[in-house]
Every structure is written in structure tokens, then in C-alpha cells.
């Protein structure tokens, strides 16, 4: 499929990163565009109007509030799960249970609650595309920090595999997309000049990937009708499956 023109798209934390390449390379492609965000208004509207997109506060954490976004929306075509909180902003006080259930209920209940909703629509229109963000942490050992964020993306491959199987009479397909690291202006915030080199180190070509070469990845994934239940790594090597 190369023609999305026309097609709606939902994509959630869709305001920076990652989410906002998704949403200017889709919204470029003629996309209806509905960039949810949960914090960060100013600049979620900002983006949204420079591309033509509706932004829309939702927490994903909520039922009601997702069963109520996507009532607003109708019937979505394609959804990009990759909201998430992340793990280098735990507030100091919250205790190691409070932040394990604050990770899970965005990065792994949020994700689900959106398919679900997602789901029915698209079975309505027989239709649809599901591409679930995950990462490169779904594989490696957790240090403390990342733990309850790996433990999420790891689970989110089994949450796209269920989703797959579920669509699949109803030419729906579910897949998820695993980067490693992306060259976001969060990058420079999260990491000194000392540490962001150690980390390519890591990486066989010797360097991370731009946010808007991910979501181009992403995108010819939905592109096929005969890729489901799967995961692509795009990681520069750091990762290779057996």
C-alpha cells in the first residue's frame, strides 16, 4: 500500500521525539492527524497546527478518557502507540511500587487501552494498522533505573502479537517497532557529551539514527498487508536475533 492520503491516523505522545516525526511524515503524506499528547500543550498545539493535525489531551492511563478520545475521533485507520513515561523522570519521592505502577499504566494499560478502542473500529471498516513502539530494552539487562520501562516493552510485544491475532480475519495487522538509540533533543538533556559517546560505542555503525528515519521504518511496515505479529529492530547492530 503506498497511498495513505485520506486515511486517519492516531498517534499518542505525538508532540515531540519520535511521535512528532510519525505525525509530520504522515500529515505529509495526506494523513488526517490526531496527535494525542498528556502534558506540554503549547507546543503539542504548535506542532499540530503547523502540520494540519488536531491536537488532543488525553491520559491513556484512563479508559474513560481513551473511550471518550476515541469516540471523538471515529473510526481510526492507523495507530502508533508510542506514548510512554520516561524512565529518567521518576520524581523523587515516589516509592519503587508507586513508580512501577505509574510506568505500567502508560507505557503497557495506556497502550492496551488504545488498541482495544482502535480495535473496534477498525474491525468495522475491516480495515486497519496497529504499529506498537517498544525498544531496544525490551532485550538487554535492566540496570535499576530501567527496569519497570524494560519490563513494559518487553510485555508490549506479547499485547501487538494478541492484537494480531485478533484482526487478523478482519485484515487488521499489529507489529511492533524496536529502536534503539534516536537522536532526539531529549538525548542531549538525558545524556552528557561523556555518556552519549559510550553509548555508540555500543553500536556496531557507530552511531544513533534521527527520529524522522525511525518513523520512516515504522511506515513501510503499515505499508504491508502481510506483515503482523512481528518486530523490527532498528537498533544500527546493537541488537542482532539469532
Not at 488498541?115 to 471498516?125: D, P, Q
Not at 525490551?138 to 540496570?143: F, G, L, R, S, V
Amino acid at each position: 500500500m503506498d497511498d495513505f492520503n485520506g486515511k486517519t491516523v492516531l498517534v499518542t505522545g505525538g508532540s515531540r521525539g519520535l511521535g512528532e516525526a510519525f505525525c509530520r511524515e504522515f500529515a505529509r503524506m495526506g494523513c488526517k492527524v490526531i496527535l494525542n499528547y498528556a502534558h506540554g500543550k503549547d507546543v503539542a498545539e504548535a506542532v499540530a497546527s503547523e502540520i494540519g493535525a488536531l491536537a488532543y489531551s488525553c491520559d491513556i492511563s484512563d479508559e474513560k478518557a481513551v473511550e471518550k478520545m476515541f469516540q471523538d475521533a471515529g473510526p481510526v485507520d492507523i495507530l502508533v502507540n508510542n506514548a510512554r513515561i520516561d524512565p529518567y523522570k521518576r520524581p523523587a519521592d515516589a516509592t519503587d511500587g508507586e513508580w512501577w505502577d505509574q510506568v505500567m499504566s502508560v507505557n503497557l494499560k495506556g497502550a492496551y487501552l488504545c488498541g482495544k478502542f482502535a480495535l473496534e473500529g477498525m474491525k468495522k471498516k475491516n480495515w486497519g494498522r496497529m504499529l506498537h513502539i517498544s525498544s531496544i530494552w525490551a532485550y538487554q539487562k535492566p540496570n535499576e533505573r530501567m527496569l519497570s520501562y524494560a519490563a513494559a516493552k518487553s510485555a508490549m510485544h506479547a499485547l501487538s502479537r494478541g492484537f494480531a491475532a485478533i484482526g487478523a480475519p478482519y485484515n487488521i495487522t499489529s507489529n511492533v517497532l524496536a529502536p534503539g538509540l534516536i537522536m532526539t533533543k531529549l538525548v542531549s538533556e538525558r545524556l552528557t557529551g561523556e555518556a552519549l559517546e559510550r553509548e555508540i560505542a555500543t553500536i556496531p555503525l557507530g552511531h544513533g539514527e534521527s527520529p524522522q528515519e525511525i518513523a520512516l521504518a515504522g511506515i513501510n511496515m503499515i505499508r504491508s498487508s502481510f506483515i503482523t505479529g512481528e518486530v523490527l529492530d532498528i537498533n544500527g547492530g546493537a541488537f542482532m536475533r539469532p
